[in-house]
């Protein structure tokens, strides 16, 4: 049971019984080239007791030079420590076509890297008759890359017609933060390719469990404990693949997008930012038809979200009112919120 529902002992941490930390990377442990505060020395600490994994959807890098900027920024990963959605993609891949097959390839060098390595031959031209298409994120993606995937898997039919060479996507993420703010990401190209070819990929990355699965493989990890800004890949992904999760207020999703999450979407944790891994999470108490988290209470009356007590802790509010507004079973958008609980 979500720890946003059970009574928990005043001492437990996030952490607690947890074997593995699965850490997103994007609005977790930087945005662009710059460490979020806290979350270095954060990570760090939790490193001296736990396995840390570091898992991306960003396709456009090699796991080495993901490490390699994660030792710039404080952290000292191995290049094993990062998972990438292009090698779960490979996954996918070798569920369909045979080492030695020509791949045409929409992306950077993290693609490029896990397919060579795989034994797999690279193409960037439909008229090579590519074998399948890989596509992922990089920021030279132009018209001419999805282009060519739009006629490697119309070639043997038109759009949308069956027949079609396999199509994997690294991952669907329709944003990506980055240094100047939030930028377009790999599912509004893949979105592009689908509208010229008329079918959908398979996913390897978050919320898909491929790369859940190749993470709990690497790390033998049991009882992982996922780390995300990201309630449709991080957050939907963790529980799809039955892992606690904890979202991160340093990213995409903030305190409105939470309070509004679907039954798929909620997060077992939420903290403002990765210091809180270490300290003792509140304890959700019901009391007089409200939900109370330390010195904050909240409760839904009919269609109104009622603030009782604001408490000393803006985050303890968005915890009380969050399992106020889940538990009700009504849809956000058809209750009244008070302005400060998301602002």
């Known amino acids: 049971m979500s720890p946003l529902f059970a009574s928990r002992r005043a001492a437990s941490t996030p952490l607690d019984g947890v074997d593995a930390v699965f850490a997103d990377l994007d609005g977790v442990v930087y945005a662009g080239p710059h460490a979020v505060p806290h ?71 993290g693609i490029i890297t896990e397919l060579e390595r795989g034994g797999y031959r690279v193409t960037r031209s439909a008229d090579d008759a590519p074998d399948a298409v890989m596509q992922g994120f990089h920021p030279d993606v132009g018209w001419r890359q999805l282009a060519e995937a739009a006629f490697a898997l119309n070639a043997h039919g038109g759009p949308g017609e069956p027949g079609g060479i396999p199509w994997i996507a690294t991952n669907m993420d329709w944003t990506i933060p980055v240094e100047r703010g939030i930028a377009p990401g790999n ?17 390897a990355g978050k919320p898909e469990t491929p790369i859940f699965d190749e993470a709990r493989e690497r790390f033998g ?31 995409i999703d903030r305190a409105k997008q939470v309070l509004a999450a679907d039954a798929a979407s909620r997060p077992d944790f939420i903290v403002a930012d990765l210091r ?47 399992a106020a507004i889940w538990e009700s079973g009504t849809a956000i958008h058809a209750l009244e919120v008070p302005e400060r609980l998301y602002r």
């Not at 954060?42 to 959807?57: F, M, R």
């Not at 998972?83 to 045979?98: D, E, G, H, I, K």
């Not at 959700?284 to 409760?299: D, I, N």
């Not at 839904?300 to 303890?316: C, F, K, Q």
């Open 39 to 109: 979350a270095v020395e954060s990570l760090n600490a939790v490193a001296e007791s736990l396995p840390v994994a570091y898992i991306t959807n960003n396709a456009s890098r090699s796991d080495e030079q993901v490490a390699a900027h994660l030792t710039s920024l404080g952290l000292s990963p191995a290049a094993r420590d990062v998972v990438t959605s292009p090698q779960a993609a490979m996954r996918l891949l070798a569920a369909s076509v045979a080492p030695g097959s020509l791949v045409l390839v929409v992306g950077g060098d």
């Open 187 to 203: 599912g509004t190209l893949v979105s592009a390719v689908h509208t010229a070819a008329g079918r959908f990929p398979e996913v």
């Open 221 to 251: 990890a049991e009882r992982p404990l996922m780390i995300g800004d990201r309630l449709d890949t991080d957050i939907r992904g963790a529980n799809r693949a039955g892992i606690a999760s904890l979202v991160v207020l340093t990213g």
């Open 276 to 322: 809180q891994l270490h300290e003792p999470y509140p304890e959700v108490e019901r009391r007089r038809g409200g939900v109370r988290v330390r010195g904050a209470e909240v409760r839904v009356d009919g269609r109104r979200v009622v603030i009782e007590r604001d408490g000393d802790d803006p985050l303890d509010l968005l915890r009380a009112a969050c």
